[in-house]
T-cell receptor, first 113, second 114 residues
Framework: KQEVTQIPAALSVPEGENLVLNCSFT??????LQWFRQDPGKGLTSLLL?????REQTSGRLNASLDKSSGRSTLYIAASQPGDSATYLC????????????FGSGTQLTVLP | ETGVTQTPRHLVMGMTNKKSLKCEQH?????MYWYKQSAKKPLELMFV???????ENNSVPSRFSPECPNSSHLFLHLHTLQPEDSALYLC?????????????FGPGTRLTVL
């Protein structure tokens, strides 16, 4: 079964810290992997999309890496700010389900001022 | 108005009611999606429409009935729902439905079934 797992489920850090969020997936045959941010009561905002041929993508203070062979991705957030507090979701598009994003349960991040 | 919009934002309904959720995208996309987000569960894909044709139905009960009258609008018609159907229903769109596309999400409708 194709599944996506995110650990930890919740994370609390002081402002200014660099942090890493983890995502693992059960099948290395993927088209791409996408990281989203979800604020309470709101929809999802796409942060980074990594195609299967890529190893990493960067946007501002965010850097996402992809290691297909080990079934892992990480989202690195540099110099965290209270405004980064949100739930971060990892989603994978597996072969055989090209139109479907399979989501992890998310990591709820709190950055303390 | 830009992006993906959803109405209503909140809905409370009884098990015997009939209601509809509406999604509209202003991005010129050709594919639209309905997702369900239940408490403590990952987002689940419900339906996919590409060029107004339903191309995926992820074993969703018939009490949920989607409709896509054109590429900008997507509806989810609800009837005789169960309390376990209470969830956040998210709509998304993408340029073409291809595997390389980014999906853009609306703010969701918070549904409570009494």
């Amino acid at each position: 079964k194709q599944e996506v797992t995110q650990i930890p489920a919740a994370l609390s850090v002081p402002e200014g810290e660099n942090l890493v969020l983890n995502c693992s997936f059960t099948d290395s045959a993927i088209y791409n992997l996408q990281w989203f941010r979800q604020d309470p009561g709101k929809g999802l905002t796409s942060l980074l999309l990594i195609q299967s041929s890529q190893r990493e993508q960067t946007s501002g203070r965010l850097n996402a890496s992809l290691d297909k062979s080990s079934g892992r991705s990480t989202l690195y957030i540099a110099a965290s700010q209270p405004g980064d507090s949100a739930t971060y979701l990892c989603a994978v598009r597996f072969f055989g389900a090209a139109r479907q994003l399979t989501f992890g349960s998310g990591t709820q991040l709190t950055v303390l001022p | 108005e830009t992006g993906v919009t959803q109405t209503p934002r909140h809905l409370v309904m009884g098990m015997t009611n009939k209601k509809s959720l509406k999604c509209e995208q202003h991005l010129g996309h050709n594919a639209m999606y309905w997702y369900k987000q239940s408490a403590k569960k990952p987002l689940e894909l419900m339906f996919v429409y590409s060029l107004e044709e339903r191309v995926e139905n992820n074993s969703v009960p018939s009490r949920f009935s989607p409709e896509c009258p054109n590429s900008s609008h997507l509806f989810l018609h609800l009837h005789t729902l169960q309390p376990e159907d209470s969830a956040l229903y998210l709509c998304a769109s993408s340029p073409s439905g291809r595997s390389t596309d980014t999906q853009y999400f609306g703010p969701g409708t918070r549904l409570t079934v009494l």
